[in-house]
């Protein structure tokens, strides 16, 4: 613009003006959870907008009949892109509540007769606990007919589509700033994305080798990445090629957090690829299952231990009889601590118990023999954190992300620090194989632990 003064009229000069509009032009900037690190600001680019609405409506088969029902942040990809986007693509109308309400999840559907409902994380387990009316969730089904979203735990996934009723749940993956999303709209149950082994060549993901606490790829004598084996966990990885849009990476607008997340030299010399910073493990047909994040996972008796298979031993709510000493237990945090001179680190997991339940319901005995039925014994929690006193009720996503996903961080430094933890409210008790129980933690127990006296 040209230097004007005060109360002249202000226009364009020829030549001037703002840069036309391109596919690939910038459109928001959408932060990451924060979950592995500090927030980051993921480009977010027209097309990237364009193409994520355009899955949801390709594999739900979202027209302009159908009302979406969206619980979820819209500063979250799935929420304010994917939903969003996805009702300019059809042409579909949206149900927008400003937070997810359990109590509210079956009314709001009914109400406004929607036919699609988006989910992510523990949106699916929080329905299932908290729900009180079996028979008015059920008439959710008169309308809905799919339920589209990731993060779906494969033990909940039966009972919450038969609970409203849900004609077909349609499972994706994918990361905001990354290019390789996957989707599973087979129906099968635990399966987040397909790409039949016949067609790989169609959409260039693969599942490299790499060591499960930091990532790092395995390579072979050439200097090539190693991949995966079916069934063997790998990092999933997608290929970049700047002039395909489908396969480009904008990354962050942090060039060196963008770095960070493109391997070199995978496949053959020169090539680049995204690193997702996901476990995934595929079987021989090229259905692709979750394992865990790269992080999360922990290494304990020389063994890897994964977070998600120690969070899904404790999944006491499809208990209905009460009878399991698990079916008190909310929800559980699982993450690795450190124990001076010992390798790795011992699982912990921040057991959150029902509304009106306190430690005293909890039969630690029974619980002990549960988990060493469904856990190898490497796998199993040496500590338990427990809440001491009895809450009215589980505040709706209490320790989690605005996008239902655990917060660890705090609690994996914080250890089994007796002191802080009972400050809190909260207690640590610690399993016991010769008796075969966990029992209650104090900071003597923690000093003789920490000095060698106790081995585990």
Known sequence: MADVEEGEEVGWEEGEGPAPIKWSSDLFYIYTSGTTGLPKASKVNHLRFYMGGSMLSWMCHVTSSDKIYCALPLYHSAGGMVGISSCMNSGAEIVIRDKFSVSGLSDDIVKHGCTVLQYIGEFARFALNGSKDPEKDKLCGKTLRVAFGNGMRPEVWGPFQKRWGIGRIVEFYGATEGNANLCNNSGL??????????????????????????????????GLVEMSSPGEPGQLLGLIKADDPARRYDGYTD??????????????????????????KADWFGFFYWVDRIGDTYRWKGENVSTAEVAA??????DESGESALSSVEDANVYGVEIPNQDGRAGMAKVELKGGKAVDDIDFNAMYCELAEQLPAYARPLFLRVNLERKKEIEEGEGLTGTFKHKKGAFRDQGYNVAEIEEGGEGVWMRDDKAKTFVRMTTKTQSLLDSGKIRV
């Open 189 to 222: 149950i635990g399966a987040i994305g397909i790409v039949p082994s016949f067609v790989k060549f169609l959409y260039p993901v693969c599942l490299a080798r790499c060591d499960p606490s930091t990532g790092e790829l395995k390579r072979d004598k050439n």
């Open 255 to 280: 060039k060196k957090a963008s770095d960070k997340k493109i391997a070199r030299d995978v496949k053959k010399q020169g090539d680049q690829w995204f690193l997702t910073g996901d476990l995934l």
């Open 313 to 318: 031993a404790f999944g006491g709510w499809g």
